[in-house]
């Protein structure tokens, strides 16, 4: 199994640009979920998504889109990229079921200049 | 008060050495509790579980006190592969009658093992 796979590992943007991370896993995973993480403010939750054609916000959704047209992947879209969106984005998936673990994928590096 | 709160460090300990890192939680609803570990420029990954009875693998021994909505993480006999950033983690019920959980993510205590 790859686990959980992301592209690209580095992008730099310029602001207004827009891309998408994308986001695999090969674990039937119904679970899926975006995070950013920045210096000092740990893991912040964007969407999630709970199954295929269902997705919802987390904590820091602005800015951000999701679809899950299948199981394995749940690619992450920037709409109109901001400085402030400069980060680490990190895609996970797990089985559904409180005790299960997550998995990480390697993570996204964006620089927005 | 903020979902999960850990110490925010950084830990500085020489090998050999016994660290203890403390959690709190705000929601008691939460339902399950876990550390992950995180290297530098890495992600994430689980290194326990923790359960209610306490648990310990190896070097490592995870507590939890629900009554007092604290979760704690023990290393022994530190080695100089336990440098990393250990994350508290915690999984909520976000909506009732279905399987949709939330988990939490402490910001995270950052642990270095001198040799």
């Known amino acids: 199994n790859a686990g959980v796979t992301q592209t690209p590992k580095f992008q730099v943007l310029k602001t207004g640009q827009s891309m998408t991370l994308q986001c695999a896993q090969d674990m039937n995973h119904e679970y899926m979920s975006w995070y950013r993480q920045d210096p000092g403010m740990g893991l912040r939750l964007i969407h999630y998504s709970v199954g295929a054609g269902i997705t919802d916000q987390g904590e820091v959704p602005n800015g951000y889109n999701v679809s899950r047209s299948t199981t394995e992947d749940f690619p992450l879209r920037l709409l109109s990229a901001a400085p402030s969106q400069t980060s680490v984005y990190f895609c996970?998936?797990?089985?559904?079921?409180?005790?299960?673990?997550?998995?990480f994928g390697p993570g996204t590096r964006l620089t927005v200049t | 008060r903020k979902e999960v709160e850990q110490d925010p460090g950084p830990f500085n300990v020489p090998e050999g050495a016994t660290v203890a890192f403390n959690c709190t939680y705000s929601n008691s609803a939460s339902q399950s509790f876990f550390w992950y570990r995180q290297d530098c420029r890495k992600e994430p990954k689980l290194l326990m579980s923790?359960?209610?009875s306490g648990n310990e693998d190896g070097r490592f021994t995870a507590q939890l006190n629900r009554a007092s909505q604290y979760i704690s993480l023990l290393i022994r006999d530190s080695k100089l592969s336990d440098s990393a950033t250990y994350l508290c983690?915690?999984?909520?019920?976000?909506?009732?009658?279905?399987?949709?959980?939330?988990?939490?993510f402490g910001k995270g205590t950052l642990l270095t093992v001198n040799p």
């Open positions: 983690v915690v999984n909520i019920i976000v909506r009732s009658g279905g399987s949709n959980y939330k988990l939490t």
């Open positions: 923790v359960y209610s």
């Open positions: 996970a998936s797990r089985a559904t079921g409180e005790s299960y673990e997550q998995y």
